[in-house]
């Protein structure tokens, strides 16, 4: 039989530290508030977009292209933020409904381009609005100043983040292996 101190986890210093884990309430974390924020826009948008039995998956895709055309689909993946393989298999949906032609680069044959068909095209003036009107519900009784506010401090965020993430991934690239085989992180 052990004595509970045997456990790491049952030592009084495990027990102190674990007493002071630190707390963070989910109300407190912005990236929660933005995170619901952007699932109570995305369902108010696909009952919206449920008559035309488009999802909410293949609106972002159908946003970009309809902003700049012919996009790569790395491009396209990038713009829209999703996994370059769950880009492969929307477009795949979206050509078979005929919404988007794919065609590979004249310049890069590596390269495939993206490009709306008519239909696909035409659907921007039937769905976009629902965008507009997303927007209005949401920003309901807020002045222009407060929603000027609001564009910048959250594209203050998208910035800080993305200035982490790049110095991240940079430490990552320059890191050096030890001589015990394992990566030493390069500082900056």
Do not use: C
Not at 33 to 62: C, N, S
Request: overall charge positive; charged content about 25%.
């Amino acid at each position: 039989m052990t004595s509970d101190t045997a456990n790491p986890h049952n030592r009084p210093a495990h027990r102190a530290a674990a007493a002071r884990e630190i707390d963070y309430p989910l109300a407190f974390s912005i990236g929660a508030a933005i995170r619901l924020t952007h699932r109570q826009f995305a369902q108010d948008l696909q009952e919206r977009l449920a008559p035309y039995d488009i999802p909410v998956g293949m609106w972002f895709f159908f946003r970009a292209l309809w902003e700049e055309d012919g996009l790569t689909q790395r491009q396209l993946s990038q713009r829209v933020g999703s996994m370059e393989q769950t880009t492969v298999e929307q477009l795949k949906n979206m050509e078979r409904r005929g919404y988007i032609e794919r065609r590979r680069s004249l310049d890069d044959r590596r390269k495939i381009h993206v490009h709306l068909t008519e239909s696909g095209m035409a659907l921007k003036n039937q769905l976009l609005p629902f965008a507009r009107e997303v927007n209005q519900v949401a920003l309901e009784g807020l002045s222009d100043g407060e929603i000027g506010f609001l564009r910048l401090v959250l594209d203050r965020i998208r910035a800080n983040l993305a200035a982490h993430l790049t110095r991240q991934r940079s430490a990552g690239r320059n890191a050096q292996p030890d001589g015990d085989g394992g990566a030493a992180r390069a500082l900056d």
